[in-house]
């Protein structure tokens, strides 16, 4: 498992999928970029999310609400209450939420003393130093880091079930207590701001305290009767966007799983009061389909209900997806009630009602929504498409299996050699297809090289040009996942692509 997700990591970098943030000077904790092919990829999964849930509703539309907001929508939205996250709504959340605060402080520690020993070496030694072969041979170090993957690894596992219980006792076995003092002091609760503040204004004493949102849902909520009224909208109807949310995470460690900056798809559909049950089972369904379709196995997926709910919800459900490091929340949809319209009526003085026609009566809609996080769509896709496999010739290759639509690049475009007019006739092939959709060239090394070179890019096609072309104006197309090679005429190539690549 470890080894798997190791993989997907390098895989990611190697690739142009994924860098970590600022990587020349070290990177930023929990902060990623995206590179030349991950952003495709990023595109391509937004494109079909944004697809299946506004083109092809008629009562959906979408908006691009703003990542900076007016301060009081978050003191109406719980974000800057006493504990900082409306999340941690009940007890056993913030019981959960302290531990994860020690353990994190715990690691951070240890990590401070590997940095010290490596420090005091680099003095020692100066330029014979040589920091990986240290960190990997000193026994100290070995012994803290052994020590910090071992409590992560439970981590993972024993404070997925928000069991207080589970985790002291974990805490216990692992003889967690503070290693400066040695105490093991459970009471201390620290404030943390979940949220990144930044100020609008330039002069210190008129600058006004912003916060970088947290969630994407509120743009939603008080944009929703501008929407409402302009785009004469009945209920029930949905509000959809997409675009980044921001939260300082405590543990942030599992790559682009969470992070401190990433992006959300999320929709709110506004209903009648009272029918809020049947959309909240209809957007389990409909979102559950949404993922089989690409593909990618139904033993992958799970949904988890929520027993214990949020203060603002009356039904709550995750879609978890089997990651390397088991199953994990993907995708929420919740039954949010009227909590978010009536928090921002209280704040803002204003009335977000709704006049029901049929009906003749006002009301406070109520919002079912569903919310997931593309940064987890993507890793969820990519670990689970990245094999390596054994042809019957006994050979080894690695490939990305990608779904077809989501694929950064849909084919690649090889002459056989780089002589007799074979790039030519390539390259008028590549110029033709690019119209419709991403396509590379690539005439070094041997063509069996370049077809791994793809596979492991996850591109779906290879067209091959060779010295038949120039007689018979056909090419191969060669299958990423089958290997099958297939003769067509030119002419064809676009139509074979586009009915496997067109969203
Ligand atoms: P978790 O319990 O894993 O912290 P959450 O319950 O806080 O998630 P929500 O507030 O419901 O998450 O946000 C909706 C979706 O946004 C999640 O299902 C997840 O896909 C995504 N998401 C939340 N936090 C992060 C993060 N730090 N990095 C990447 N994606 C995130």
Redo the contacts with the bound molecule.
């Keep these: 498992q470890d080894d798997q997700f190791k993989k997907v990591v390098s895989h990611a970098k190697e690739y142009g999928y994924i860098f970590q943030s600022s990587e020349i000077y070290d990177g930023l904790s929990a902060v990623y970029d995206y590179a030349q092919n991950g952003a495709e990829l990023k595109k391509n999964i937004r494109d079909y999310w944004w697809k299946a849930m506004v083109q092809m509703n008629e009562n959906i539309v979408g908006i691009d609400a703003a990542i900076l907001m007016h301060p009081t929508t978050w003191k109406a939205s719980g974000h800057v209450d006493a504990f900082n996250d409306p999340?941690i709504d009940n007890k056993d959340s913030k019981k959960r939420y302290r531990a994860d605060v020690l353990v994190e402080d715990y690691c951070l520690k240890i990590e401070n003393k590997i940095e010290k020993e490596v420090k005091k070496a680099e003095k020692r030694f100066g330029d014979a130093f040589n920091k990986e072969e240290f960190v990997s041979t000193n026994g100290r170090v070995v012994g803290y880091q052994e020590k910090i993957n071992t409590i992560l690894s439970r981590l993972g596992k024993s404070l997925e079930n928000e069991d207080l219980a589970d985790v002291k006792l974990l805490i216990e076995e692992l003889e967690i207590a503070d290693p400066m003092t040695g105490s093991r002091n459970w009471t201390e609760v620290k404030q943390f701001n979940l949220m990144f503040g930044t100020k609008l204004g330039a002069s210190a004493d008129s600058a006004m305290d912003l916060y970088l949102r947290p969630?994407t849902a509120q743009g939603i909520f008080v944009n929703f009767l501008n929407v409402q009224k302009t785009g004469r909208m009945k209920i029930p109807f949905g509000i959809a966007q997409t675009g980044k949310a921001f939260?300082n995470?405590i543990v942030?460690r599992q790559f682009?799983?969470?992070?401190?900056e990433?992006e959300?798809m999320e929709m709110q559909f506004f209903v009648k009061p009272g029918t809020q049950k049947e959309w909240y089972e209809q957007w389990k369904e409909n979102r559950m389909k949404w993922h089989l379709s690409l593909g990618i196995g139904a033993e992958n997926y799970r949904f988890h209900d929520h027993e214990k709910l949020a203060h603002y919800a009356d039904a709550a459900t995750?879609i978890e997806f089997k990651f390397p490091f088991g199953f994990?929340?993907?995708?929420?949809i919740h039954s949010r009630t009227d909590f978010d319209l009536k928090a921002h009526e209280k704040h803002s003085g204003k009335k977000l009602q709704y006049f029901d026609h049929e009906a003749k009566e006002s009301y406070v809609p109520y919002v079912v929504e569903t919310?997931?996080?593309l940064?987890?769509m993507f890793l969820a896709i990519f670990s689970n498409s990245l094999v390596d496999e054994t042809l019957e010739d006994g050979s080894e290759r690695t490939v990305l299996r990608l779904p077809a639509v989501l694929a950064p690049t849909k084919a690649a475009v090889l002459p056989l050699v780089k002589k007799d007019g074979l790039p030519e006739i390539a390259h008028k092939i590549m110029d033709d297809l690019k119209f419709d959709f991403n396509v590379t060239y690539d005439e070094k090394d041997a063509v069996g090289r370049r077809y791994r070179r793809q596979d492991a890019a996850g591109t779906p096609f290879c067209i091959t040009v060779d010295h038949d072309t120039l007689e018979d104006n056909m090419v191969t197309i060669r299958h990423r996942d089958t290997m099958e090679q297939q003769r067509v005429k030119i002419e064809d190539v676009r139509g074979i692509i586009l009915k496997e690549v067109d969203m």
Excluded: N, V
């Design positions: 999340l969630e939260r995470e942030a682009i799983f969470r992070q401190r990433f959300q995750d994990k929340e993907l995708e929420g919310s997931i996080g940064d987890r």
